[in-house]
């Protein structure tokens, strides 16, 4: 009876056995199907964080780019100030009448606090090495006797700069 009850129990089990087999490849399957749905939400992820962090960088290069041409424009505007200064200088060397001079010294000065405002300084070789960096040499002298040879002798027309930038290069007579 031993035997009968082990032959009838057998195909009993092998038939839950098959029926895990396919449950097992059913699970295999959604396994997979998972596996690939989280790769391919880890491979989103990442896009999305290369774009998210494209799109900051793009935006601070063209915040950037904005305030640099923002203080471009305002250099332009102050480098066009330059000539009129520099007649405000020849007039008031000019001019003989005290009045006068006493009036275009104070537009002189209100001139001068402007650019001070901007941070504009001016540059005053006089007495120094010439330095290609700041400067333009428009001629040349014998120097005296004593005299080193490239040292600023003249300056013929003021040069501005604005911390490190060159706003306009002095241009300067230099001896030789």
Do not use: H
């Amino acid at each position: 009876m031993e035997n009968e009850e082990l032959k009838q129990t057998e195909p009993v089990q092998e038939e839950p056995c098959k029926q895990d087999e396919t449950k097992k490849k059913k699970c295999n399957k959604k396994q997979a199907e998972i596996d690939a749905a989280l790769a391919e939400a880890e491979e989103s992820k990442r896009k999305w964080y290369a774009v998210t962090a494209e799109y900051e960088n793009y935006r601070r290069r063209t915040q950037n780019q904005a305030a640099q041409r923002y203080q471009e424009g305002r250099n332009d505007v102050v480098a066009a100030l330059f000539p009129i200064g520099d007649n405000l200088e020849r007039a008031l060397t000019a001019c003989a009448d005290e009045n006068t001079k006493q009036g275009l010294d104070m537009i002189l000065k209100s001139y001068k606090k402007v650019l001070e405002g901007e941070g504009v300084e001016e540059i005053d070789p006089v007495g120094q090495p010439f330095n290609a960096d700041v400067m333009e040499a428009i001629m040349a002298m014998p120097a005296a006797d004593g005299e080193e040879s490239g040292i600023v002798k003249q300056v013929y027309v003021k040069g501005y700069k604005k911390g490190d930038k060159v706003l306009r290069y002095a241009q300067v007579i230099v001896t030789q």
